[in-house]
């Protein structure tokens, strides 16, 4: 932008917007020159656990005085060796995700003109949009968490019994793909639970557990992945090149020797053992294991084990050598939020979020809640409960008004319940976004062909809703 020289001298330069698919820092930056007095200002992520140092888009004449705001909940920020050129700030916060916040620095000019940086930020997203920028930047992986029910799960894509390989069809995974065709790499390479489908292969053709293998406790996404047999292994073969899978197991055993093999192409890469001397609720942290060149792998994992059984949360698998926008789909078919709002153990479903280390949470639950006819006021408080949650995980909360269904069977009971969403969102200034403003009525949606049944969209109707939430989150350039 061209520097604009007002009536009493000043010149004025200013940074920030939108990302046009250029990165050269890691802050969006203005400032304004008046007489020999310099203002700077604007927004950076730490993204370590260590003091890092940050620049400023132009030097000083001298050291200036630096104030520093969080963009996030937590320990606050304080600027220390302060020089000409930037400044360096420490981080008391362990988890990995980038901290968001916006300087402001004044002190005396020097004649040195940098035009500011051009930045990816949704207002609204600060945590999101910080990380998005580590992600365009090369430093790291950006994560979507997907909480929901089966419009989440993807149910109805393409059959009513969630059997045609819908989770494909679903709107995380076409989020996926729109944020890849809008300038991030983005995968859905993953799983979470068991959805609650049926069947595993059936809903998800990735996914092939063998006979030993059942419904397990429940957690994020539904049911864990539960075995008690070591005839019988688990295969996972994501469609994108990867390299790298993250393992989430329960450790909560402090006496029996049960352990995991991990492996990848039936090769055995890591013994994963499930005890964990402490009590409860036990501990949730992925095992990492890799050593392969990127292409398209198979995840292996079968149980070793004395007595009882082995719980797998879910598993993550990315290409190490790209950094990626993940998107994980928890949708837990026939959820409730007092579903996702119950437990203490460290794999209960709202407890778990924070293993997942997302950097976004999507939250679209409403509808079984609305069919159960449930005390509104009850479900504001597990809707609260869940929100607190992924915000303490240190991600931001994208509220999701549910799609409309056929009110010849829910009556106003869904209409009044998207309002107490509304409500939730202005109590914590969350931004939302509507579905039935996206898909229309019921009776419009059904016309348009967006439709499964009487509660769940189609493939087109899905598509439809990842397009909504990809302008809420990552609009196109």
Not at 206 to 225: E, F, K
């Amino acid at each position: 932008m061209a520097n604009a020289l007002g009536p009493n001298g000043v010149t004025d330069r200013f940074g920030g917007g939108l990302d046009n698919g250029f990165i050269d820092d890691d802050a969006a930056n203005g400032f304004m020159d008046i007489g020999t007095m310099r203002q700077q200002w604007g927004r950076a992520d730490s993204i370590l656990g260590t003091p890092e140092f940050f620049a400023f888009p132009v030097p000083f004449g001298a050291p200036p005085v630096v104030q520093i705001t969080r963009a996030s909940p937590g320990a606050p920020l304080a600027p220390r060796q302060v020089s000409t050129t930037g400044f360096v700030i420490d981080r008391a916060d362990t988890l990995p995700s980038p901290i968001p916040f916006s300087w402001m620095a004044s002190g005396i000019t020097t004649e040195t003109v940098v035009p500011p940086s051009t930045r990816f930020n949704v207002v609204g997203l600060p945590i999101w949009s910080a990380a998005v920028r580590s992600q365009k930047s090369g430093k790291r992986n950006a994560r979507i968490l997907c909480v929901g029910d089966s419009t989440t799960m993807g149910a109805g894509a393409n059959s009513s019994a969630a059997t045609g390989n819908d989770k494909a069809y679903s709107y995380p995974t076409a989020l996926a793909g729109l944020i890849t065709s809008r300038g991030s790499k983005a995968t859905w390479s993953s799983f979470v639970g068991n959805a609650n489908a049926a069947g595993q292969n059936a809903y998800d053709n990735r996914l092939v557990p063998g006979a030993s293998w059942s419904a397990g406790g429940v957690t994020a996404g539904g049911y864990a992945q539960r075995t008690t047999g070591t005839t019988t292994g688990l295969t996972f073969t994501p469609t994108d090149i990867w390299d790298t899978a993250e393992i989430y197991v329960f450790k909560g055993e402090t006496s029996v020797s049960n352990s995991l093999i991990a492996g990848i192409d039936g090769v055995d890469k890591a013994t994963i053992s499930t005890m964990y001397y402490n009590s409860s609720p036990g501990y949730v942290f992925p095992d990492i294991i890799g050593g392969v060149a990127p292409a398209l792998h198979t995840l292996n994992l079968r149980g070793v084990f004395t007595s009882g059984a082995i719980h797998v949360l879910g598993a993550i698998a990315y290409n190490s050598t790209v950094k990626e926008v993940t998107v994980v789909n928890a949708g837990w078919s026939a959820s409730k939020a007092s579903d996702w709002a119950t437990g203490t153990e460290a794999f209960s479903p709202t407890p778990v979020i924070a293993a997942y280390n997302p950097d976004l949470v999507i939250i679209n639950l409403g509808i079984n809640d609305a069919n159960a006819s449930v005390v509104e006021t009850a479900y504001m408080a597990q809707m609260q409960t869940i929100i607190n949650a992924a915000r303490t995980s240190g991600a931001d909360v994208l509220l999701v008004i549910p799609n409309a269904c056929d009110p010849a069977g829910m009556g106003t009971k869904l209409e009044s319940l998207s309002n107490r969403i509304i409500q939730i969102a202005t109590n914590n200034s969350l931004k939302y976004v509507d579905l039935r403003t996206t898909l229309g009525t019921y009776a419009e949606a059904v016309a348009a062909g967006y439709m499964r049944d009487t509660l769940h969209p189609n493939a087109t109707g899905y598509a439809k809703i990842a397009e909504a939430i990809a302008n809420a989150i990552f609009p196109a350039p």
